[in-house]
């Protein structure tokens, strides 16, 4: 067929083969470039903890991306406390330091002060691989590989059965639609998941955490990129995942945190309020006003 293709037009065939050669190049580029990347380092004799209770503490840290005498804090002697099975949101402008804070607990960037503890261990003393087998994240980014919807959730388990698949995916409202398609579960997702809509991405991240079954649950902005009617599908089934965990959410729909067992404002500046919803309202502050603002426009 190519061979026919290039006799009728030879241009435009040797336009698509020199297309196809430069995005190999260019995959093959990006896979040399993580292949090069240094490995993260590890400490000898790190603790390598199977389970976490999920008791989090934050003690004056203070984090900038470009290091050096010049670098602005992105957050500065920051302290908060997630008591094991408790619901933390943050909430506030962006700029505030909300999704660093996030990526910290995992160790995706190394502070440059204070501390910050789970279960009274320095999470610098901690094992990467087995802190990160402790924490789940859902973000507003999901990341789908090329492969089947199967093995996109199974990435949360490896180990995972075909029936604890399918449970994950019945808890994260994703199931009945799966089973519509005519090749189910071994429905190929495309590149980034680009077959599936953005809620459907959504839902099976979920199905992937709920596989996962982490004592820590990071929740990072994730159904802000969604309409309300699939907001609310994907905000129950995040409920129930949220379910006997220590969870740390960033929420830009004020909403979806009313029921959190603390809420903490933060701006460029730091801490600006906390406590629980009913108490931000009577303090008549900022979250006040981002919560009336939201409503108002809605």
């Not at 292949?35 to 389970?51: F, G, H, K, T």
């Not at 691989?129 to 402790?134: A, G, T």
């Not at 009313?258 to 502050?285: P, Y």
């Amino acid at each position: 067929m190519l061979y026919i293709s290039a006799l009728i037009n030879p241009v435009r065939t040797l336009t698509n083969i020199y297309d196809q050669i430069q995005e190999g190049a260019t995959g093959f580029r990006r896979f040399c470039e993580i292949m090069d990347s240094p490995e993260e380092e590890q400490i000898e004799n790190a603790v390598r903890p199977e389970i976490l209770r999920g008791d989090i503490v934050f003690e004056d840290v203070t984090f900038s991306y470009k290091k050096g005498g010049d670098a602005r804090p992105v957050i500065k002697d920051f302290s908060m406390k997630i008591p094991a099975g408790k619901t933390i949101a943050l909430v506030g402008p962006s700029g505030g330091g909300k999704t660093t804070i996030c990526h910290l607990i995992p160790r995706f960037y190394e502070i440059d002060g204070g501390k910050i503890t789970i279960d009274g261990i320095d999470i610098r003393d901690l094992d990467k691989v087995s802190l990160r087998k402790n924490v789940g994240i859902v973000q507003q980014d999901v990341f789908l590989f090329n492969g089947t919807i199967r093995e996109n959730i199974a990435y949360g388990n490896f180990d995972a059965t075909e029936d604890e698949i399918i449970e994950a995916a019945k808890k994260a409202n994703i199931h009945q639609y799966i089973s519509e398609l005519p090749d189910g579960y071994d429905t190929n997702v495309g590149e980034r998941g680009i077959k599936l809509s953005g809620g459907q991405k959504q839902r099976v991240s979920i199905a992937r955490a709920f596989l996962k079954n982490p004592p820590i649950l990071i929740l990072d902005e994730a159904t802000s990129a969604l309409d309300n009617a699939t907001e609310m599908l994907i905000q129950d089934a995040l409920y129930k995942l949220s379910e006997g965990r220590t969870v740390l959410v960033v929420a830009h729909r004020l909403s979806t945190i009313k029921n959190a067992d603390e809420i903490i404002v933060i701006t460029k500046d730091g801490i600006e309020e906390r406590g629980s919803h009913e108490q931000l309202i009577l303090c008549d502050g900022l979250y006040k006003k981002l919560y009336e603002y939201q409503f108002k426009n809605l």
